[in-house]
């Protein structure tokens, strides 16, 4: 059975090669499985209730592309490969405006209809 030491001895090691990102979702799954055994009355306490957020974590990635290496990583891609890229950066699209898209939503104008989104794994029609 898993006990507070255990948990936490777990999080340390992924503090040591994960993101403080990776480590905090983790901690936050291990409370909301072990809160969710005892609404469940599989356990009687909590193991999880007091993890602590290790105190080494490895800092967030903050690199971004400048706009020079966008338009050069652009440039390289098909017209396929560049269409969604170029869209989701105009911030334009809703995500499930963005994953309903399909070749006959474009026209030879350069235009765009929006007829069907995605909502829950599925395609609705309407936009």
Do not use: C
């Amino acid at each position: 059975m898993a006990d507070k030491f255990m948990l936490q001895t777990h999080l340390n090691n992924l503090a040591t090669r994960l993101s403080q990102d990776r480590v905090k979702h983790a901690r936050s799954y291990l409370k909301s499985i072990f809160d969710e055994a005892i609404d469940q009355q599989f356990l009687v306490s909590d193991p999880a209730w007091k993890l602590k957020v290790p105190n080494h974590l490895r800092p967030k990635n903050k690199q971004v592309l400048t706009w020079e290496q966008m338009r050069e990583a652009l440039a390289k891609a098909s017209t396929r490969g560049r269409v969604l890229p170029m869209l989701d950066m105009t911030g334009a699209l809703r995500p499930s405006e963005l994953f309903a898209l399909r070749w006959p939503s474009f026209d030879n104008r350069n235009t765009l209809s929006i007829t069907e989104t995605v909502y829950k794994g599925q395609i609705r029609p309407f936009g």
